[in-house]
């Protein structure tokens, strides 16, 4: 057998399920915020990336899967969300003297080292938001989080974290000062690190390395270097999100590995799961929409990372009671393959009632089809033979009492549609 791509997905049907639930209600939360949907390629020009997220981030040094198309041109499978957004926005002309909201969803990829919440394809629920400069949408942004977690029951699971990374000459100053720290320190520090001396000093402050972050409590703090501006800005996002009674910590060592990042960062964060415990993280980036070449457009927005948010899920809700376990409600046993057609025609008709129906395949009698139908956890047999046919009736079997009864056909549909409602 020829096996799956490592790091790569496979969701089976029990995990699909919490899947459905938990992205659904994501989703119904984003619509509570009028979010609009955008769907982006899987493919984008590497260029694209290269430029987007920068050259010298981990994404784009050593992760992105890149390919020669059969004309020659780089492309990449997306690695991220945020770039594919702006060009799409920017190419059809959505950011020309107007504010954007949109969400989209949909599998990443990046070649990392695969560990429990970190895959090499993984799946993005995002929300970028185009032309306002204020805090408030940065509030809104973390707003939004908070009604997720707590839509899901995972309010007490989930801490927030913020920061302010000041206006682009800020970051540029406490960069310039972290590397003059850092640079008679080098031999010390840990491998990865000092090769970020280089190419991303910030991406230093989030080091793993015990004797990194130890030199890293003498060093030049962020908060030091911000501007007026950026310091009232987050000021006043914290007050907003005080007003919302929304917890947070303020921690000056988070930054956003990318470079186009200024003003507010944040970081959703879950004990729960070990190393990998960011589940969503976002911030500001006026910066990027110029630099892949559009006119200076201030942004923020963020990525919610649904497998890591799943983990989190079923660690916290281990039985699922919001949605159903079994596969089916209903199955429908018939007599004879004369009966097959009947078979489709009811089970089409259930289904305009939204209830789940397999139709039993294969032949076979009554009490081998019943045993079919246990096994996939319907509640409800029908079952069809000449006489229900000839009388137009129904006969019902509740698999759960085990009692039988024949009603006809618009009264017994009526009677499933009711005893199933809401299991989907
Ligand atoms: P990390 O520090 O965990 O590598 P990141 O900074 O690379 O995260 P972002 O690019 O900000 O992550 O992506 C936003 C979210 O997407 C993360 O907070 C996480 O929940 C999720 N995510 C990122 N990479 C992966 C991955 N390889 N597997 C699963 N989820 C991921
Ligand atoms: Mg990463």
Request: glycine share 10%.
């Amino acid at each position: 057998m020829v096996q799956a791509v490592r790091g790569m997905r496979d969701v089976l049907p029990d995990a699909a399920r919490r899947w459905r639930h938990v992205e659904s209600v994501v989703q119904q939360v984003l619509r509570t915020f009028a979010y609009e949907e955008v769907h982006l390629p899987l493919l984008e020009f590497t260029e694209l990336f290269a430029r987007g997220v920068g050259e010298a981030t981990d994404i784009v040094e050593k992760e992105m899967y890149t390919l020669a198309d059969r004309d020659g041109d780089s492309l990449s499978l997306r690695p991220e969300g945020t770039a594919s957004c702006v060009r799409v926005l920017q190419e059809h002309g959505l950011l020309y003297n107007q504010t954007q909201r949109v969400c989209y969803a949909g599998p990443m990829f990046r070649y990392e080292k695969p560990q429990k919440g970190r895959y090499r394809q993984f799946y993005q629920i995002g929300a970028e938001v185009f032309g306002f400069a204020g805090p408030d949408v940065d509030a809104e942004l973390i707003q939004m989080g908070a009604q997720i977690w707590r839509a899901l029951g995972l309010e007490q699971h989930l801490r927030l974290e913020i920061n302010t990374l000041g206006d682009g000459n800020a970051r540029k100053a406490y960069r310039d000062a972290l590397v003059a720290y850092l640079t008679p320190l080098q031999a010390e520090l840990d491998a990865d690190s000092q090769r970020r001396l280089q190419t991303n000093p910030l991406r230093i402050l989030d080091a793993k390395a015990a004797q990194t972050q130890a030199l890293l409590k003498s060093a030049p703090q962020l908060p030091d270097f911000v501007d007026e501006h950026s310091a009232a800005h987050f000021a006043r996002l914290r007050e907003l999100l005080d007003g919302m009674q929304i917890n947070y910590v303020c921690n000056p060592k988070l930054v956003r590995g990318l470079d186009y990042y200024t003003h507010t960062v944040f970081e959703w964060i879950t004990e729960d799961l070990g190393a990998q415990g960011t589940v969503c993280a976002g911030g500001r980036y006026d910066g990027l929409v110029e630099r892949l070449g559009g006119r200076p457009t201030p942004a923020v927005g963020f990525a919610l990372g649904l497998d890591r948010l799943l983990l989190l899920h079923e660690a916290v809700c281990a039985d699922n009671p919001g949605f159903a376990e079994n596969a089916a409600d209903v199955y429908i046993c018939y007599a004879n393959d004369a009966l097959l057609s009947h078979g489709l025609e009811l089970a089409a008709r259930l289904r305009r009632e939204k209830l789940r129906v397999r139709l039993h395949m294969g032949g076979g009698n009554f009490k081998k089809q019943l045993k079919r139908a246990d096994a996939c956890g319907a509640g409800w047999a029908v079952l069809l033979g000449e006489d229900e046919v000839n009388s137009g009736t129904l006969s019902l079997k509740n698999l759960t009492s085990g009692e039988q009864q024949q009603l006809d056909v618009e009264a017994g549909c009526g009677m499933l549609a009711a005893a199933c409602a809401g299991s989907t």
